[in-house]
């Protein structure tokens, strides 16, 4: 299992993707297309702080390990249907999102996870 460090180097990683797609998607193509990249990037990335701080406060009250399951498994749940929710919201309110842009940096933020874990092996 992940140790609190783990989860920190992971949320990093993620920041790190968002603002390189961003960067990238703004010198490759256009403002719109890196602001559009940030967006998707940080939906996801920010979601996954807010799983990392409930999991180590969870380590922190010292609950058992059937109770730290659960609430891992209940803290991911909440995460994606909060990920498609701000995604949604952004799409809704950002009319000059740029897809491509969106959905590529969603990815790569979501796959900087396997990145790291791969490396660490």
């Known amino acids: ?45 920010f979601m996954s702080t807010l799983l990392m701080l409930f999991l180590i406060v969870g380590r922190k009250m010292k609950i058992s390990v059937g109770a730290g399951v659960m609430a891992m498994l209940l803290g991911e749940f909440v995460k994606i249907l909060s990920v498609i929710v701000l995604l949604l919201v952004v799409a809704q309110q950002y009319d000059a999102l740029n897809w491509p842009a969106f959905l590529i940096s969603l990815i790569a933020v979501v796959n900087s996870y396997f990145v790291l874990l791969f490396k660490k092996n």
């Open 1 to 45: 299992m992940f140790g609190c460090s783990d989860m920190m180097r992971v949320v990093l990683a993620q920041y790190v993707v968002a603002v390189l797609a961003a960067l990238i998607g703004a010198l490759i193509f256009n403002v719109d297309a890196g602001l559009s990249a940030l967006l998707g990037g940080l939906s996801y990335a």
